[in-house]
């Protein structure tokens, strides 16, 4: 009886990996093919939509300009996600049930209210559209990942280290900045590749508050509307490739500095 | 050598300052916190818990206001006015005529009910889609093994909407990956018209977000202690009276945010409809992208809808919530 469950389980969840991982291996399988028209069956192969992706400019141009913002924002992030997070956790005040309901805000606001709103706000800011308002945004909107993540971590920081450390004269800056946050490294380093995959893949927030550089999801975005070609498919396949080795970096040395502690 | 001193009343801050080093070896901290900049600096900001606290405090409470809440506000204010953004020269004055504007005109109405239907239906979808899978990661596989499973779900997760979406317009299209299949098998000789269909816009809908449902269903399941479902086992309960009497109430919470979580961001998808739609199937987030494609006269309407739609939203979720916590509460009683 168990033996069966468990055997139908475990196709539901393989039947479920290959749902996930089929469309993508599809679209990497497409850049390949030697023809212009996207469809099946592919005939004959060719490697010229992946070299040509390394050699144009406009596609290198946009990945640039998507890292820039995605590294800029993420800091942003993690300056200010750190900060409340050890405001979270610190002790009790008033209203700060509220605070943490607010800090959680941006991510549980649906992507297209959250970019319309930020193009309203940046108006009454007078930012006009363009990287400073993309990075904005993007910084913005992963502060509540950056918040989970490190308070998280930052609640099994033996309050015994801070006393240590206080007890040996350093003030509570001091201490923070000497114990709590190198003990807090590896939830930077996950915190801070989340927030980096998720400004690079955004689509909705960079489309509005875009000026007229385009970051590569709104380039891929505004070459789809022309067209489905396998260019496409080599260009959204580095981009898979990089998220995917990223995050599994990320994910590992994580886990390694987890254990370490 | 200050340090003694203070190690006798460790909760107060030190207002001696922080001088760890002896006097020999100074390290790049010690020099700092010795430095006279620092030293005004500290006894200016962390002479006292209350100073310290407000220090700490101040920035945060400033940030989620203006920049997580001030959106928000500025947004609502926007859908209550006439005209924004405004000439130097013209005062803007209050209306609801743009929320008016939705109720009258018919065409922005069905949008609206279809998002909300697509949203339910697709949450709902990707709850029985991915509790089997959840379940199968909580109670089947082994604790060590679990991050590997899991990560393997996570990878593909990990890229975005766009690039996701057009690995469906691949698999789903009328030369596509899933047509090929039924042709060479012999089911069809012409091809199915998936996309731009209100199919094609659930599969992509669900494809992006299952991962919303998947995580809190799975840290629900993985809580769940299996000596219950063994002792029910040990009552003479079969398989499907123990998931229905004890997995999944004891699985309500994690069904609760995971739904939440869907629902919400389901009805914020921009670039999948619009890809993966035609006319037929336009979502309320189109409509609203409208208003801002073109002039800024446009723009209080746009926001009115933008608010109608997030409140609406809201609502619905806090009606499921409400409704989940009675279900619980009935439950243990």
């Given at each position: 009886m168990t033996r069966n469950t468990r055997l139908v389980m475990s196709i539901i969840y393989w039947a479920f990996v290959l749902y996930v991982f089929m469309p993508l291996v599809l679209m990497v399988t497409m850049g390949?093919?030697?023809?212009?028209f996207i469809g099946f069956p592919i005939k004959s192969w060719t490697l010229d939509w992946y070299l040509g992706v390394v050699q144009n400019s406009e596609v290198l141009s946009a990945f640039g300009y998507s890292i820039w913002i995605g590294v800029t924002s993420t800091a942003i992030s993690l300056f200010v996600g750190i900060w409340i997070s050890v405001l979270l956790n610190g002790k009790g005040f008033y209203g700060k049930t509220l605070i943490y309901g607010l800090t959680l805000l941006p991510a549980l606001i649906p992507g297209i209210i959250s970019a319309i709103s930020f193009r309203i706000y940046a108006q009454l800011w007078g930012v006009s559209p363009g990287t400073g308002a993309i990075i904005w945004c993007h910084a913005v909107h992963n502060v509540p990942f950056v918040v989970l993540i490190v308070s998280a971590r930052l609640s099994t920081l033996p309050k015994s280290y801070l006393d240590a450390a206080r007890d040996l004269g350093a003030d509570p800056l001091i201490a923070f900045i000497r114990v709590a946050l190198p003990y807090l490294k590896p939830a930077l380093i996950g915190g801070g590749v989340f927030c980096l995959l998720i400004s690079f893949d955004d689509f909705v927030r960079s489309f509005f508050l875009g000026g007229y550089q385009p970051t590569l999801p709104v380039l891929i975005f505004a070459k789809l509307r022309s067209g489905m070609s396998p260019e496409i498919n080599a260009i959204a396949t580095v981009v898979l490739v990089l998220t995917g080795a990223l995050g599994i970096w990320a994910e590992r040395s994580m886990r390694r500095l987890n254990k370490g502690n | 050598m200050s340090g003694k001193v203070q190690s006798s009343t460790p909760a107060l801050p030190s207002d001696q300052g922080a001088i760890p080093q002896t006097g020999g070896a100074r390290t790049f901290w010690g020099g700092l916190v010795a430095s006279g900049v620092y030293q005004s600096f500290s006894t200016a900001l962390l002479s006292s818990p209350k100073r310290q606290f407000f220090i700490l405090a101040v920035f945060p409470v400033i940030w989620v206001i203006t920049q997580h809440l001030g959106p928000m506000l500025q947004m609502f204010y926007v859908s209550m006015v006439d005209a924004y953004p405004v000439a130097p020269s013209y005062e803007n004055s209050f209306t609801l005529d743009n929320y008016a504007r939705f109720f009258r005109e018919?065409?922005?109405?069905m949008p609206f009910i279809r998002t909300l239907v697509f949203a339910s239906v697709l949450t709902f979808c990707t709850l029985v889609l991915t509790f089997p899978v959840a379940y199968f990661l909580a109670r089947h596989v082994k604790r060590s093994n679990q991050m590997i499973f899991l990560l393997l779900l996570l990878i593909p997760f990990w890229v975005g909407e766009i690039v996701r979406t057009y690995a469906i317009m691949i698999l789903l299209g009328n030369n596509g990956a899933v047509n090929l299949l039924l042709k060479s098998i012999g089911l069809i000789d012409r091809p199915i018209p998936f996309m731009y269909t209100g199919f094609s816009v659930s599969v992509g809908i669900i494809y992006l977000s299952a991962l919303y449902m998947l995580l809190p269903l799975y840290s629900a399941l993985e809580k769940l202690p299996k000596s219950y479902t063994d002792a029910a086992a040990d009552l003479g309960a079969g398989p499907w009276t123990r998931f229905w009497r004890v997995t999944l109430p004891l699985s309500l919470e994690g069904i609760s945010s995971g739904a939440t979580l869907v629902f919400l961001i389901s009805?914020?998808?921009?670039a999948t409809p619009v890809l993966l739609g035609g006319p037929s199937t336009t979502v309320f987030a189109e409509t609203i992208a409208g208003f801002f494609h073109t002039a800024g006269d446009q723009w209080p309407t746009g926001a009115a809808f933008a608010c109608l739609m997030f409140i609406t939203a809201l609502g619905i979720t806090a009606l499921f919530g409400r409704f989940m916590t009675k279900l619980q509460k009935g439950i243990r009683r």
């Open positions: 390949f093919k030697d023809s212009k | 018919a065409i922005f109405v009805t914020g998808y921009y």
